[in-house]
């Protein structure tokens, strides 16, 4: 699904080189993550003064339950727009009019698909981009921090570490979970060494998750679904 023709043209779209590589920062809901616009802010502060070699560019993907919702926090907009400049572009998703909360144009997911297989790395403070990372075989980055600011834990981006589904996807050592400026400097500059690191337990963790990654997974889904409508309802050969 990924399309290079489609990215370059996004990039451009979005002010930037399509030929730099860019890391992808896939942002999640402020109740999961209340203090991510200050890390993406400080992360394109970095990439903006040359923190990481004089290419590499910034491009942030807004979660569509950052722009409308019960979930939304509208103070982030305006921050997010004056992010967008040199070496730093938004890449807004593409709201559909529905009565499902945050449904997307059918567009969007090629779009996003090609953005992701073209990033250097990905980054996001927990959410299923993460698995998107891993079959695009990027390296992941998790931001489980709150800035500098030190929340009580049942408001901080430290407890999703703690959520069993992203446990047991750490636990693999397959990702690179960050727990502070620091710590996303230094993981930052290392992954950009080498973006290959831990490759093997990347590719385990992937399998654990996904298992076979062939483009047919939607066909073995509706397969499955069919078998189990038949089986509750044995008389309905419309299935």
Sequence with gaps: MADD???????????????KPYVLFGMSSPIFAPHEIDVIEELARWIQKGEFGPDLNLVVRPHPQNIKG??????????????QGP??????????ESQLQWALEESDLPALASMMAGCTINLNSGSTFALDGLVHRKPVVLTFFDANENL??????????EYIHLRKLIDTGGLFPVFSYEELR????????NPDLNMDARVRALHAECGPVDGHAAERIADALVTILHRACPKRPDF
């Design 5 to 19: 023709g489609l990215r370059a043209t996004i990039l451009t779209e979005i002010g930037l080189n399509p030929v």
């Design 70 to 83: 019960y979930t939304a926090d509208p103070t982030w907009l305006p921050r997010l727009r004056a992010l």
């Design 87 to 96: 070496r730093v572009g938004v890449f807004w998703p593409k709201l559909a």
């Design 152 to 161: 009580p834990w049942h408001r901080s981006a430290r407890r999703c570490a």
């Design 186 to 193: 230094q993981t930052l500059h290392k992954l950009l060494k």
